[in-house]
């Protein structure tokens, strides 16, 4: 976003605007976190905004303040629809292609005449909005809608609710500031927003220390055949549908399984295959440490795609053939893997 796209977007909003916030599909902490706070945001500034979450997100998001006015488009799609076509702005954030909203969702957005502005952090940004501000190094997008506020000469305004859910989308999407894209600047910013409010230890509570005993149990099954391939520096791990039946799978309980095949003496490359009947698919996540990029992986081969170290995919195929697929390819791919960096 440049000086000029800055000036059009601050004279838009001295005047009160029809707002609406979009997260990506089955929205992460940073998808919401960005969303709810932007939704605060706005809403001190006399917007009219509301937040449309494509579908329903993991109950251990729930507290963020503004999440019991979020609507689901799935569940409430005329409103939405009709919210969506009233919008003088609406912004796309945490995805880079409007396919990640899902199909029906999608369809409402091509439609729609207004103005789109993006903000995100993933690869290869699709040109559907007419703000773009994109930067792939960013460790979360909320890190980008700090610097949005900051670029809009608003960051006075940023209130605790505002200062919780930046906090809370930059401490999920940094892995809790471990992975390589959290800088000095992450920190900087993360350091300004406690002292706006973010109180750092409860909202780290409220996230990871909040397990359900049956999500504990599904890890345990999911750790219990995890498969190591020392040979391609490589570990997977699946989750079989009656596993989730068997421990009462709830959305979001698979969250972070990926990582532990990732935290594995020797493994540069990490996989998670999820059987999911709900949509026929099995959901992939990729993880991986250094230059070898799941991005470019998911993308040729598994209808994804994400970040070069974290990406997501889809098989049509069944587990059993998803996993045989995805072990055929793995060879051509050894040299890649030998050379990619364990830390
Ligand atoms: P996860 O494995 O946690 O679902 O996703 C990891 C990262 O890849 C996230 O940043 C997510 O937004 C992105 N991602 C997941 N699935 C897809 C996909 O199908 N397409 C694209 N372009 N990105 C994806
Ligand atoms: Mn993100």
């Known amino acids: 976003m440049n000086k000029k796209e800055i000036q059009e977007l601050q004279a838009l909003l001295v005047q009160p605007q029809k707002i609406v916030l979009i997260p990506h599909k089955n929205a992460d902490g940073d998808a919401i976190g960005s969303a709810l706070a932007l939704f605060h945001f706005f809403r001190e500034q006399q917007h009219q905004v509301q937040v449309i979450s494509p579908n329903n997100y993991p109950g251990f998001l729930k507290w963020m303040p503004g999440s019991k006015e979020v609507l689901f488009f799935d569940y409430q799609e005329s409103l939405c629809i009709r919210l969506i076509q009233e919008a003088n702005l609406i912004f796309l954030l945490d995805f880079n292609e409007l396919s990640r909203v899902g199909e029906d969702m999608k369809r409402a957005l091509k439609t729609y005449q207004g103005t789109f502005v993006m903000i995100d952090h993933h690869q290869q940004p699709s040109d559907v909005a007419r703000y773009l501000y ?22 006075d305004s940023i209130n605790a609710d505002i200062a919780t859910c930046l906090y809370t989308g930059i401490l999920t ?4 500031f471990r992975f390589p894209a959290t800088t000095p ?11 706006k409010g973010a109180e750092h230890s409860s909202i780290y ?4 220390d909040n397990n359900t005993y049956d999500r504990m149990q599904l ?3 999911a750790l219990k055949n995890m498969q190591f391939l020392p040979d391609y520096k490589t570990a997977y791990m699946y989750i079989k549908e009656a596993d989730k039946e068997k421990f009462n799978f709830q959305k979001g309980d698979t969250e972070g399984f990926v990582n532990y095949a990732l935290a594995l003496q020797g493994v540069v490359f990490a996989i998670i295959f999820i059987e999911d009947n709900e949509q026929s698919i099995i959901k992939i996540s990729f993880r991986s440490k250094g230059s070898f990029s ?10 994804g795609g994400g970040h070069d170290n974290a990406a997501g995919g889809r098989s049509s195929l069944t587990l059993q053939k998803t996993i045989k697929q995805f072990l055929t390819i793995l060879p051509t791919y050894k040299q890649d893997l030998y050379a990619s960096e364990e830390n």
Request: charged share 25%; aromatic share 10%.
């Open 134 to 155: 994109s930067d792939t190094k960013a460790c979360a997008t909320a890190e980008l809608v700090y610097k949005f506020i900051d670029k809009m000469g608003a960051l």
């Open 173 to 176: 999407d940094s892995g809790s």
């Open 185 to 195: 600047e992450t920190h900087r910013i993360v350091a300004n927003l406690m002292e």
């Open 205 to 208: 509570g409220k996230i990871f």
């Open 219 to 221: 890890l345990g099954n």
């Open 294 to 303: 799941v991005n470019q992986f998911a993308r040729k081969h598994f209808n």
